[in-house]
């Protein structure tokens, strides 16, 4: 595949998106379930307006993917709101953990006996990150419980990946069936969030703003773009381009909130960050050489 440029920039441009989440959930005083009650409205505005799939893209297929996004999102709000931004984008970057020991049962793809080595280094960067939670802080009011909640989040985040990838992958209408789970995702969770935790009165435009910049740019549009630069470049390419988005998200809560980084917490996402890039190289060599 010869490179595209214009697919790189789209895809940088989603990460670099994406990677101000956790800056944003930090800086509103919404509550997890509140925040993401509201930008669910937001993103399925935009959604319905900029993206609008087909009606016939709408069928229960979408909803393993839809149920799989919307219990992320509510995981990764919960968790950047209890510990740091570092902890809780690292965890939820031990995805590639869950796929591969997933994989022979959901996919039918077996185990190679060196995957066993990513597992290995991806279970001790996880152990870093659980057994040496950062200080209590104004932006991480408990970072042990957070912590194990962005842990969950790794998990429900490789059955997004999985079930996302299933959509793709139809050749007709892929980009429409994702973004169409999307908003099926966003329905529910406006649906069962805001009756049962409504924006307080003493929210201000701050907040609102906050929550329609995430449901518009942050998640909206980095999804378009993501989705469609994936289309024109190869799965290595799409795989580190897109590790932008983990490396900038705590550079973005430091400058904005000034929330520090330990050391463990940072060995820790190096180690999960470095595996991760590691096997999409190796990956995509074992594919060259396979064709």
């Known amino acids: 595949m010869k490179p595209n440029p214009l697919a790189y920039l789209q895809i940088v441009g ?46 229960r297929s979408l909803l393993p993917a839809a149920l799989a996004h919307g219990v992320t999102t509510i995981l990764f709000m919960l968790g950047n709101k209890l510990t740091t931004a570092a902890t809780a984008i690292f965890l939820q970057y031990t995805a590639p953990l869950y796929l591969l020991l997933l994989g022979p049962w959901l996919l039918k793809e077996p185990v190679a006996r ?44 490789a059955f997004t990946t999985l079930t996302m990838r299933g959509l793709a992958r139809d050749p007709v209408a892929g980009f429409e069936r994702t973004m169409a789970s999307i908003i099926v995702a966003n329905v529910v969770l406006a649906c069962v969030l805001l009756p049962l935790f409504p ?3 003493t929210a201000g435009w701050q907040d609102y703003g906050i929550a329609a910049y995430m ?3 942050q998640l909206g549009t980095a999804f378009i773009l993501i989705s469609l630069g994936l289309r024109r470049v190869t799965a290595l390419e799409g795989a580190l381009l897109l590790l932008i988005e983990p490396v900038l998200n705590p550079l973005w809560v430091w400058l904005a909130h000034r929330e520090s980084i330990g050391l463990a917490s940072l060995a820790g996402g190096l180690l999960i960050l470095a595996t991760t890039g590691v096997r999409a190289l190796h990956n995509a060599r074992r594919a060259a050489v396979s064709t």
């Open 14 to 59: 989603g990460a670099l998106l994406l990677s101000t989440g956790s800056a944003a959930i930090k800086a509103t005083s919404f509550s997890a379930f509140e925040l993401a009650g509201v930008r669910a409205v937001v993103i399925v505005l935009f959604m319905a307006l900029v993206v609008r799939p087909r009606r016939a893209v709408f069928d």
């Open 114 to 157: 060196r995957d066993f080595a990513y597992v290995a280094v991806l279970l001790v960067g996880m152990v870093l990150l659980l057994l040496n939670p950062p200080a209590r802080a104004a932006t991480a009011p408990n970072p042990l419980l957070g912590g194990i909640i962005a842990a969950c989040c790794g998990v429900t985040w």
């Open 199 to 201: 924006p307080p009165v």
């Open 215 to 217: 449901g518009i740019l």
